[in-house]
């Protein structure tokens, strides 16, 4: 199983981003994804989470500013980011966790998995 992100970039204050992440592999389930961020100095954070149901749950610094969504149909998960500050600026990574998949017929379940991040950089 793979995360794979993309979306960061480069944007002004007050503008938009929206990041996405594609679980790769045979898949049978995952519980949550969501999307964790690390600003340089500082430890990861969580940004946003979704549970395979829908339920969202935001870091108090986003809420209101970020939308967190996912298509089960497509192991995907997405975070749409408005009204961005500069202290949003961080890598940004995409995290699933309580995943099953299958490597042939054998089930494995393991209860997290990370992508690679990708950097986020807002200007002021």
């Known amino acids: 199983v793979q995360l794979q992100a993309s979306g960061g970039g480069l944007v002004q204050a007050g503008g938009s981003l929206r990041l996405s992440c594609a679980a790769s592999?045979?898949?049978?389930?995952?519980?949550?994804m969501g999307w964790y961020r690390q600003a340089q100095g500082k430890q990861r954070e969580l940004v946003a989470t979704?549970?395979?149901?829908?339920?969202?749950n935001y870091a108090d610094s986003v809420r209101g500013r970020f939308t967190v969504s996912r298509d089960n149909a497509k192991n995907s998960v997405y975070l749409q980011m408005n009204s961005l500050k500069p202290e949003d600026t961080a890598v940004y990574y995409c995290?699933?966790?309580?995943?099953?998949?299958?490597?042939?017929?054998?089930?494995?379940?393991?209860?997290?998995?990370w992508g690679q991040g990708t950097l986020v950089t807002v200007s002021s």
């Open positions: 592999g045979s898949i049978d389930s995952m519980k949550g």
């Open positions: 995290h699933a966790d309580g995943v099953g998949y299958y490597i042939g017929s054998r089930f494995y379940y393991v209860s997290d998995y």
């Open positions: 979704v549970t395979s149901g829908g339920s969202s």
